[in-house]
């Protein structure tokens, strides 16, 4: 990580004026790649003093800055500046954060129980084999701005989440370790990141609307069937599981069955929620007019059925 930090002396009666031609400096900053902090501040007490502090990924990400011309024409000169650039290896947090390291993350698999008491994840959660966040940033420009820090930190750590953004103001990331199908520390140091982030813009996480879709298709011949969906939805076949290519849609996937089941529908929806609210969206449901078929398998699954008798199910992590 890189730090730059200093003074910048300037007119005390023209600071003020200083600091507003200097924010978009500051925007296109807090934008660029492999920004972590950027920061122009008046001192409190000497009125004469802009405060500088800057974190970075990287040496490489501080020069690509510089080399954009990033300065804004002011009419206040600078009339002493004793900046200074640091290269840190680590830091380590003094207020239960969490620490930075250029050690590599190691990319072993972390089980879902030992995500949930893993400290820096507020706002996340494992739902379907993934973690994920949703925020509240305050407008939709935010919202782009957030993203292009995320981009940014993703770029700098080498692993890349799946990121969505909806008017009016939410983002929604989603991370995962695909090489090894799974959630892993590489995941949980990416979301300790992109949290750091967002309360740094002040974007409020709302993870308990999480939630994740799948389609299954009863069935006494997956293999007889899975090509016609393959091709009528133009997904791809992956292990038996049909997943849109561009990850936006639901995956479907095939339940076996030893014999048919009359009156009952061969298709139903999975909803896979966070763990913590699974007993509440099954409490909604029956509220509003739906049946509990069975909850043989709670807290893994409750079956449901709307008063039609088409059914879903709710599923988290636990007790799988």
Do not use: K
Request: with cysteine; aromatic share 6%; glycine share 6%.
């Amino acid at each position: 990580m890189i730090i730059v930090a200093g003074t910048l002396r300037v007119d005390p009666a023209g600071r003020d004026r200083f600091l507003q031609d200097h924010f978009t400096v500051t925007l296109d900053a807090r934008s660029a790649e492999g920004c972590i902090d950027f920061h122009l501040t008046a001192d409190p007490f000497e009125p004469d003093v802009v405060r500088v502090f800057e974190r970075w990924t990287s040496a490489a990400a501080v020069e690509r800055f510089r080399g954009s011309d990033p300065s804004s024409p002011s009419a206040v000169p600078v009339r002493a500046a004793d900046v200074h650039q640091h290269d840190v290896a680590a830091s380590r947090s003094i207020t239960g954060g969490d620490d930075h390291t250029d050690e590599p993350v190691p990319v072993d698999r972390v089980a879902p129980a030992e995500l949930a008491a893993t400290a820096g994840l507020r706002g996340w959660r494992f739902v379907l084999g993934a973690l994920r966040t949703t925020y509240h940033t305050g407008s939709f420009p935010a919202a782009a701005h957030l993203v292009a820090r995320i981009a940014a930190a993703a770029e700098a750590a080498g692993h890349h989440p799946d990121v969505d953004v909806r008017y009016p103001d939410v983002v929604t990331v989603v991370l995962t370790t695909h090489a090894v199908g799974g959630v892993t520390h590489r995941d949980v140091a990416l979301a300790r990141r992109i949290s750091a982030l967002a309360a740094d813009d002040g974007a409020r996480p709302e993870p308990r609307r999480m939630r994740a879709l799948e389609v299954a298709i009863d069935t006494l011949d997956a293999d007889r069937i899975r090509p016609f969906w393959a091709a009528v939805l133009g997904y791809d076949d992956i292990d038996g599981r049909l997943i849109d290519p561009l990850r936006i849609d639901p995956p479907v996937w095939f339940q076996q069955v030893d014999e048919p089941r009359p009156g009952r529908g061969r298709f139903h929806i999975d909803v896979s929620v966070p763990h913590d609210i699974a007993e509440d969206r099954v409490a909604a449901a029956i509220a509003a007019g739906g049946t509990l078929v069975s909850d043989e398998h709670a807290r893994s699954w409750w079956v449901l059925a709307d008063p039609d008798g088409n059914e879903a199910c709710i599923s988290t992590w636990l007790d799988r």
